[in-house]
């Protein structure tokens, strides 16, 4: 049969793997209300009848700026030379971003930082009212000295842009965490059709995702 919704939030449930002889490999799962707010959140909002069209933001485009870099530098007064190299691996919604300094001259990782960043899509419908929801994960895999970039997810509304917020209510994150981040604020309509705007997903090191959306009038 097929699983059941958790009653309520944190609430444990077990896979258990029983080998006999008193062997057993156990799965612990822990309920999570934030991910069902955001995913039913985006589930009202993608399942607009085809007939039924609303004054909204309408998801157009996706980009993806690739960080990738090998920089030669130095220390002032010193003749030592070192390269600042930045890369990463995986794809859209899970990728994993590694920043190192390596010395020129013995190949020695003096420091660095590699880290995965997971988030899911944003709503295909952003309604004025509503806020954006995404869900976010940050978390460090090996560090030598240095921290994760700050990360950061906003929309361009307003002078300083429109944030989503951790569950500390922070807009740059610096910390490791997985959970839903939630714009401060509703969205607010376009002033004109076609009019656009973006979600950008900054996840340091060069690394952006961005989501690019167009006001239309109905």
């Known amino acids: 049969k097929p699983i059941e919704k958790g009653n309520k939030n944190n609430e444990e449930k077990t896979i258990t793997v029983n080998m006999g002889a008193g062997f057993k490999a156990v799965y612990v799962y822990l309920w999570d209300e934030s991910l069902m707010v955001a995913e039913n959140a985006t589930k009202q909002a993608d399942s607009l009848p085809a007939n039924e069209k609303v004054s909204a933001w309408y998801y157009k485009d996706y980009t993806f700026t690739d960080g990738t870099s090998n920089v ?7 003749i030592d030379k070192f390269n600042d190299v930045s890369k990463f691996i995986g794809e859209k919604g899970s990728i994993e ?9 013995t190949g020695k990782l003096l420091a ?3 880290y995965r960043v997971k988030w899911t899509d944003p709503q295909k419908i952003l309604l004025p009212g509503e806020k ?32 989503l917020l951790n569950q500390k209510g922070e807009n740059y994150f610096k910390s490791d965490f997985q959970y839903e981040i939630v714009t401060g604020k509703p969205i607010e309509k376009g002033n004109k059709n076609n009019e656009e705007k973006t979600i950008t997903v900054n996840m340091g090191a060069g690394f952006k995702a961005v989501y690019v959306y167009e006001w239309r009038i109905f």
Do not use: C
């Open 112 to 114: 660095g930082v590699t």
């Open 132 to 163: 954006i929801r995404m869900n976010y994960g940050l978390n460090t895999i090996t560090s030598k000295s240095w921290k994760p970039d700050p990360q950061s997810v906003s929309f361009n509304q307003g002078i300083y842009g429109l944030y």
């Open 97 to 105: 971003i590694s920043k190192n300094r390596w010395d020129q001259k």
């Open 72 to 78: 030669e530098n130095h220390v002032a007064g010193k």
